[in-house]
Structures are given as C-alpha cells and as structure tokens.
C-alpha cells in the first residue's frame, strides 16, 4: 500500500523568509511518481512539479526548489524568499509509474498550510 | 485541448436529499477518472476511479456510489445525503504518465 507523510500540518513565515515542506512517502512499486500540489484558498489544485522515481535529480523552477533523497523515501519542497501569494496548502502525493489495467491510484499526504505574513 | 468540467462549483443541500455531482473530460479517449473528498481542513481522501465505461471501483465504503454512464463523464451521487457527507469534492482524470488534472471542485454543504 502507499503513504504520504506531510508531518507539518501549518508553518507560518514572514515574507522573504524560505520554508521548507517535508514529504515521506512509503510504496512497494520499484517506479513511481511523486508531485506536488498548490491548494490556494480558491480550493483548485494547482500543478507544481512530477519527479520519476529514477530521476533523482534535484529541480530549481524559480523560487521553487524539490530535493528528492531516495535514500531516504523524501521528497521536499522549498520556497525561497517567500512571498503572500504562496499562501496555500499544499500537497505532496505519490502514484505508480507503471500504467495499470485495474487503474493507477494517486495518494495524497495530508497538506501543509503555508501562511507567509506581510 | 484537454480539459476537465465540474459542476455545480458549490451547493448547499439538506440531510437526505439526493446528490448528483458530474464530471466530464474533453479532448481525450477512454481516461481514467477519480473522485476525492476533502473534508474541512483534512487532505484529500480518494473515493471512487473507474477504468472505463460502467467500471467503478471504490476506495472506502460510505453513503456515495458513483457512475460511469459514457467514456468522457463521471458522476458522484447519493440518495439521502448526510452532514458528514459536507466537503470540497474534486474530480480528476490520469492523462498516462504525464499525471493527473484536477477540476476546479465542488463545495458540498449539507445543512
């Protein structure tokens, strides 16, 4: 079965400060997926990032930053110099890589709320 | 393009009414489509997917069922709601390994 970890459920920053999301995640499939979501209050869920599990490459987008440790199950997510408009909750999730005829299940963990003060 | 459609964007419902939740998929061919809850503050709680057309599988027994009518349409219902049903209801579809799009989601108050 799989598992998503998001221990911090709330990190509260003040702008220009970086946070750091933490995500473990447990799965018996030798491939797989990992992603991040952006949950603004408007409650869509925005798109960030799929990382292969073969891939463990870490990604810079902008002010975006994923480090994945296999080693480690870990995939997390830093948002430097934060800024309000980061304010969300957001999701990391995991989903086998190999296409399934039963159908691929994508988990999710629990979130974190990310309050960046002015 | 590809494009996902939700609706309705929010509703509010008294206990045991009926619930009908659709959503449909274009630009695409026989997706794998989901349903998830997310319960007020919580994470999203997957509820129902189905391969293809009438093939539904459910991930935790509840006061939902869900259908697949046609290729490209979902649709969530209930026949008597409960509070606990209440929630944020979203409605995804797999596009092979390039991931999941997401609807724009359901807010469900039952009142």
């Known amino acids: 079965a799989q598992k998503v970890t998001q221990a911090q459920t709330e990190i509260s920053v003040v702008e220009k400060e970086d946070v750091t999301l933490d995500c473990v995640y447990e799965?018996?499939?030798?491939?797989?997926?990992l992603f991040w979501y952006k949950q603004p209050p408007s409650g869509e869920l925005v798109f960030l990032i799929r990382?292969?599990?073969?891939?463990?490459q870490n990604e810079i987008s902008g002010r975006y930053s994923w480090n994945f440790q296999k080693s480690t199950s870990s995939f997390n997510f830093t948002i430097t110099a934060s800024q309000v408009v980061d304010s969300a909750v957001y999701f990391c999730?995991?989903?086998?890589?190999?296409?399934?005829?039963?159908?691929?299940?994508?988990?999710f963990g629990g979130g974190t709320r990310v309050l960046v003060k002015p | 393009s590809q494009t996902i459609h939700q609706w309705p964007a929010t509703l509010v419902q008294p206990v045991g009414s009926p619930l009908s939740l659709e959503c449909t998929v274009e630009?695409?061919?026989?997706?794998?489509l989901y349903w998830y809850r997310q319960a007020a503050g919580r994470g999203l709680q997957l509820l129902f997917y189905?391969?293809?057309?009438?093939?539904i599988s459910s991930e935790v027994p509840q006061n939902l069922s869900a259908s697949r009518p046609q290729d490209r349409q979902f649709i969530l219902s209930s026949k008597k709601l409960l509070l606990s049903d209440s929630g944020f209801y979203l409605c995804?579809?797999?596009?092979?390994?390039?991931?999941?799009?997401f609807g724009s989601g359901t807010r469900l108050t039952v009142v």
């Open positions: 995804a579809w797999m596009q092979g390994s390039y991931g999941y799009t």
């Open positions: 799965t018996r499939d030798t491939t797989y997926y």
């Open positions: 990382r292969n599990s073969f891939d463990e």
């Open positions: 999730a995991l989903s086998e890589a190999q296409i399934k005829a039963a159908g691929n299940k994508l988990t």
């Open positions: 630009g695409t061919s026989n997706p794998n």
């Open positions: 189905s391969v293809g057309i009438g093939q």
